[in-house]
């Protein structure tokens, strides 16, 4: 399946801005062969803690644009939306996948950023999400949620290719880049990691946005400035890299 990330920058909370933004990229990884577009986190508001002002509902604007789009190119989009259901004290950080199909899935950031206060404003998820598109399983993540091995671990067994979405300081680039490659090597499958660029309430995102494979081999990978990635992801180099050197069967957590 061929992949793409968007590497963009993000207008603040101000999501109509940044729908016109995006169309025009969306169309661009569709001309590609793009089958999957995975958007920054928060990617039509910036990571903005005024929850009870940005929240929307479930089937709000952000989420209509997404299947929207699906539809209108015929392939799956994936971003985070700053979203409260019908009944919850306090929105999710939810990362929507959409399908071409009118298909939509689900998955609330399970980590809080607490040192941003996030824990303050948005509610933690409990469950993870893994969805299969075109063959490819794929486990859905959040930015912060790169920090614990254990989550990755638990969901590696059924996981073809994670997804991470995020808006990771650019103070912090290193730690981002490192992570994104520990995930892909110890649990021997791809690792999408899609940042946003550009500043937003005065943090400064650079970026590094990677796909790596099984191996830990990066794909494609860029820094600074708004681009499209694009990669091809195979279960069955994941399947080759389980076989020949089988780190799950020793692991004992």
């Not at 110890?186 to 796909?211: C, F, H, K, P």
Request: with cysteine.
């Amino acid at each position: 399946m061929r992949v793409a990330a968007l590497q963009s920058d993000i207008v603040w909370e101000d999501p109509e801005a940044n729908f016109r933004r995006l169309t025009p990229w969306i169309a661009s990884a569709a001309g590609a062969g793009a089958r999957l577009l995975v958007l920054p986190e928060m990617f039509s508001c910036g990571f903005s803690m005024a929850a009870e002002r940005i929240a929307e509902p479930e089937g709000g604007p952000s989420a209509s644009f997404l299947l929207a789009e699906a539809r209108r190119h015929g392939l799956w989009i994936a971003g985070s939306i700053p979203e409260r259901p019908s009944g919850a004290p306090r929105p999710f950080n939810t990362l929507v996948l959409a399908g071409p199909g009118g298909e939509i899935h689900r998955y609330r950031k399970i980590h809080p950023f607490s040192h941003a206060g996030e824990d303050r404003h948005y509610g933690a998820g409990e469950r993870h999400v893994t969805v299969s598109v075109e063959g490819v399983r794929l486990t859905l993540f959040v930015c912060y949620d790169l920090r614990f091995a254990d989550e990755f671990w638990a969901t590696a067994a059924a996981t073809d290719c994670y997804l991470v979405v995020a808006n990771w300081p650019e103070k912090r680039r290193r730690h981002w880049t490192s992570l994104l490659l520990a995930r892909a090597i110890e649990n021997q499958a791809y690792v999408v990691g899609v940042n946003r660029v550009g500043t937003g309430d005065d943090l400064v995102y650079a970026g590094d946005s990677r796909i790596v494979d099984p191996w830990g081999e990066e794909l494609a990978g860029a820094a600074g400035q708004e681009t499209l990635l694009l990669a091809n992801v195979d279960p069955a180099r994941v399947a080759e890299a389980r076989q020949a050197f089988p780190v799950m069967r020793d692991r004992r957590t």
